[in-house]
């Protein structure tokens, strides 16, 4: 297509388009019986595989119920009163409130797919798509058993294939036992067929003891992987799951074994001093290690088959790799107690408001010997949170007041066996005017009957207060925008956070907002997943800022008529046209309305898992339709122009001309900047600064700085003090001007 709201080009059409075509048709578009997934198709090789459903699905078509009153239509799916469950006969009943009285819709599934349901409205003209895990398990096995007859061997082994591609693996080896006993002479076959089912549910398998181990949830994955070896598991599956049990039962062993080498190698010191400095820094080893945080004595552990260290090294690895990182590990004793030293000058630097503490702490580091600002950094990674708060029960919802200038809340779920000495991926889930915080966030979190969400999958998933309990649409003032990142500060400071892995949702109201926040803010967040929103007003003009961060946007689907809301085309189509810069997914759901999309989360959660914040960019071109929107990668203009209120007030005849603001360093340690930059403070990583060079400053062609600088460990600290981000810290923060 060469639009949203464009035709799409036929099969034959696109053998004939020629490369010269006046008008190029770069979106591409899937069309499935329940959905439509958008797509640019210069970034057709990253489409993600799990949205489509598997190859030559076995699908159960279901008996048509009678149709009545087929006349009226349903034109969306946003306002239900009641839902009721599927019945064994996959019928239920739900609620619409109309302008008049409520008004009953009878629906029935008519057709089963590995992937989703089609559903059929009895009264009203109204069919649409559910995926298949919104389902309970036990209803779709009722409705494929009752379509498929006992004595029909041919069709039980499609329902077996049925299973295997819904990943319902548990169904479908009970089904494939269920044919053996039934049909002995098809035992050959049988036991093939099981071979298969064993190897797709061993991918399965491996996959998920990984995501339990990289959650942090080894408790979990070591659990699993005993209850599978139970089963009868064959071939490789079998072993590696074999290696797995083996691998936890080996981790027990080294972590017990590295606890006897610390106090054998110490006791070999021969040395009160040293002893006495060391005995607070063993009880915390011996206290935290766990298999978490075993790789960071790895060091210590393979100098183990090396008889050149002496006792003294030998500690220097364990303890300097505990606060530095293995990789940064030093075989110097007297060296390893200043950065542990330093370790707990830095958390007092963090946990403190009183300036004259921050000054003390920077002199204190800057003169100690043999200490620099690389080894400063180094330490960051390994450091417990800002703010101690680790009282919080993993899987319930908790209410946390900041501490900022002014009144910001949210309400939080960890994750399965939280740790603060794991780092987490953040779901920050902005709710709809219909939802409350509690349900958004269980949404998003799981609970019970919902497993496979975030708090199996290894998120926090935190709600921010931002809107009036009565809200009912998004404000677009800056104050939101404001709530919204104090309390992704709070989060990162309070808990242990990959901030390169933060992402920002919201249904309806919360869609418009995460639109809106994330256009302004893209340097935030990993991907945004505005879920049946409007990109409209503030988007209308800043949409390009999209281009630095990922996209997987659920539109508000098509109504009864395959009318499809096109109030978001212009931020849509600018961002599928072009396809080189943007990593954009739209899905629109046939016969829905996307605020009640509460429902197809696993598909979120397996592209999130393929998503990280981008590099800090050397160069970039950004607008801003706010003064408050100001800050951008490592430059922050503290005197923008204008304040546009979008929508225009009635009666305004204002002119939106957005700020631009374009920033890049060169190769030569110069910082360019264009635009309205103003009062700007510039903050730069080590890696942008050849600190042999004087850094120069230019705005509009103008030299505002010019002058050696040295790498200022200060200017790290009080960053990851303000902000908690611990994976963009500049060693160099200068505004020009401020210091003449």
């Known amino acids: 297509m060469n639009s949203l709201a464009g035709r799409a080009v036929g099969t034959n059409e696109l053998k004939r388009l020629k490369d010269a075509d006046p008008v190029p048709h770069n979106i591409g578009r899937i069309d499935t019986n329940w959905q439509r997934i958008y797509f640019p198709l210069l970034q057709r090789q990253n489409l993600d595989g799990a949205t489509l459903a598997a190859p030559n699905p076995v699908e159960l078509k279901l ?37 008049k009285k409520p008004m009953d819709v009878f629906q029935s599934i008519s057709l089963v797919a590995p992937d989703h349901v089609l559903v059929e409205s009895t009264n009203v003209d109204w069919k649409f798509g559910l995926p298949l895990k919104s389902i309970p398990i036990e209803t779709i096995e009722a409705l494929v058993k009752r379509e498929v007859k006992a004595d029909d061997a041919v069709g039980r082994f499609a329902l077996v294939l049925f299973y295997s591609q819904a990943e319902l693996y548990e169904q479908a080896f009970a089904e494939l036992d269920a044919i053996g006993r ?40 070591e659990t699993y992987a005993k209850k599978l070896m139970a089963q009868t598991l064959t071939g490789q599956i079998e072993q590696d799951v074999k290696r797995a049990v083996q691998g936890f039962d080996q981790a027990r062993h080294t972590i017990e074994q590295v606890k006897l080498l610390l106090s054998d190698w110490q006791a070999k010191l ?61 075989p110097d004793l007297d060296l390893t107690f200043r950065a542990w030293e330093a370790r707990q000058l830095v958390i007092d630097y963090l946990r403190s408001e009183d300036p004259a503490v921050h000054s003390d702490t920077v002199k204190k580091l800057q003169t100690m010997e043999s200490l620099s600002p690389r080894t400063v950094l180094n330490l960051i990674p390994q450091l417990p949170p800002i703010i101690d708060d680790n009282e919080l029960e993993p899987g319930s919802i908790h209410q ?50 919902h497993p496979d969400l975030g ?44 901030s390169d892995r933060v992402f920002l949702t919201g249904h309806g109201m919360g869609a418009d907002a995460a639109f809106d926040i994330a256009l302004a803010h893209p340097d935030e967040f990993a991907g945004v997943v505005p879920i049946g929103g409007n990109a409209i007003h503030y988007c209308n003009y800043c949409w390009a800022n ?11 689907g098509y109504d009864s008529k395959e009318n499809r809301d096109n109030s978001s085309n212009m931020v849509f189509d600018n961002m ?22 509460f429902d197809d989360f696993s598909k979120l959660f397996d592209w999130m898992e393929t998503h990280v914040r981008r590099t800090l960019p050397k160069e970039f071109d950004v607008r801003s339709l706010r003064k408050a929107d100001n800050r951008f990668f ?54 942008f600064v050849d600190f042999d060079k004087k850094l120069v400053i230019k705005v509009n062609s103008q030299i505002k700085f010019n002058k050696f600088v040295i790498p200022d460990i200060g200017a790290a600290l009080e960053e990851l003090r303000l902000r908690g981000d611990r994976s963009r810290l500049p060693l160099v923060v200068v505004t020009p001007g401020a210091d003449r």
């Not at 049988?190 to 190897?199: A, F, G, H």
């Not at 780092?423 to 920050?428: A, C, E, G, Q, R």
Request: with cysteine; aromatic share 10%.
């Open 63 to 99: 008996p048509r119920p009678k149709l009545t009153g087929q006349n009226m239509t349903v034109s969306s799916f946003g306002s239900m009163t009641y839902v009721g469950p599927f019945d064994e006969f996959g019928r239920r009943r739900i609620t619409i409130a109309t302008a």
């Open 182 to 221: 039934d049909f002995p002479d098809r035992k050959e076959l049988v036991e093939k067929n099981r071979e298969e089912l064993m190897n797709f549910f061993g991918r399965v398998v491996l996959l998920r003891l990984k995501r339990r181990k990289q959650a942090g949830q080894f408790q979990l994955a």
């Open 270 to 330: 021969n040395d009160n001093v040293r002893e006495m400095k060391l005995q607070p820094l063993r009880s915390e080893i011996n206290e935290q290690l766990d298999i978490e945080t075993l790789p960071r004595l790895d060091a210590f552990i393979k100098a183990e088959a090396d008889n050149q260290y002496e006792p003294a090294q030998r500690l220097g690895l364990a303890y300097s790799g505990w606060v530095l990182g293995s990789a940064n590990a030093i």
């Open 400 to 449: 946390i007041e900041t501490d900022a200038s002014h009144d910001v809340n949210y309400s939080v779920v960890l994750p399965a066996e939280y740790s603060p000495r794991h780092t987490y991926p953040v779901i920050i889930a902005l709710r709809s005017r219909s939802r409350t915080i509690e349900q958004t966030l269980t949404a998003w979190a799981g609970d019970a009957n």
């Open 455 to 498: 708090h199996q999958r290894g998120y926090i998933v935190i709600a921010p207060h931002y809107a009036e309990p009565n809200q009912a649409e998004h404000s677009y003032g800056a104050p939101a925008h404001r709530y919204v990142l104090d309390c992704l500060v709070d989060a990162r400071k309070r808990f242990s956070v990959d």
């Open 546 to 556: 999209g281009s630095y961060t990922s996209w997987y946007v659920v539109g508000k």
């Open 576 to 597: 599928l046209i072009r396809g080189s810069k943007f990593d954009f997914l739209l899905v629109e759901y046939l016969g829905r309305n996307g605020e009640n999309l």
């Open 634 to 687: 490592w430059l922050t203009v503290g005197s923008l122009p204008r304040d546009y209120i979008l929508p225009a007030p009635s009666g305004s005849a204002q002119k939106v001309s957005p700020m631009e603001i374009e920033a890049k360093v060169t190769p030569g340690s110069t910082v360019v900047i264009k635009g309205n930059a103003d009062n700007i403070t510039v903050r730069l990583p080590a890696e």
